[in-house]
């Protein structure tokens, strides 16, 4: 069973930037998609960014879509999420995925990490 661990979370000024890590156990990571997804208190857990096996084709929801940035480092089983002009709204506990697919659908991510929280507030 693969085990991901994320870092990077912290409180954060409007406006300001953030570098999430995912770092991630096992010989196969470089066979999945990875995938970043967040959830606020009172609400559903919703998608933010994918990115498949060879680090193309990232995929962003419409919210973050221009300020994050998706990346991997197969090297080093390590797939990043950097955030930058952070608004109130992405006042979120952030989660790490690993899917088979190229998907943004959460049921279709097995694996998942701890998460890590990201406060942005003045």
């Known amino acids: 069973q693969v085990q991901l661990v994320e870092s990077g979370g912290g409180l954060v000024q409007p406006g300001g930037s953030l570098r999430l890590s995912c770092a991630a156990s096992g010989r196969t990571f470089s066979s999945y998609s990875m995938g970043w997804f967040r959830q606020a208190p009172g609400k559903e857990r919703e998608f933010v960014a994918v990115?498949?096996?060879?680090?193309?084709?990232?995929y962003y929801a419409d919210s973050v879509k221009g300020r994050f940035t998706v990346s991997r480092d197969n090297a080093k089983n390590t797939v990043y999420l950097q955030m930058n002009s952070l608004k109130p709204e992405d006042t979120a506990v952030y989660y790490c995925?690993?899917?088979?697919?190229?998907?943004?659908?959460?049921?279709?991510?097995?694996?998942w990490g701890q998460g890590t929280q990201v406060i942005v507030s003045s």
């Open positions: 990115i498949n096996r060879s680090g193309g084709t990232p």
């Open positions: 995925a690993q899917s088979g697919r190229f998907t943004t659908a959460p049921t279709a991510f097995g694996s």
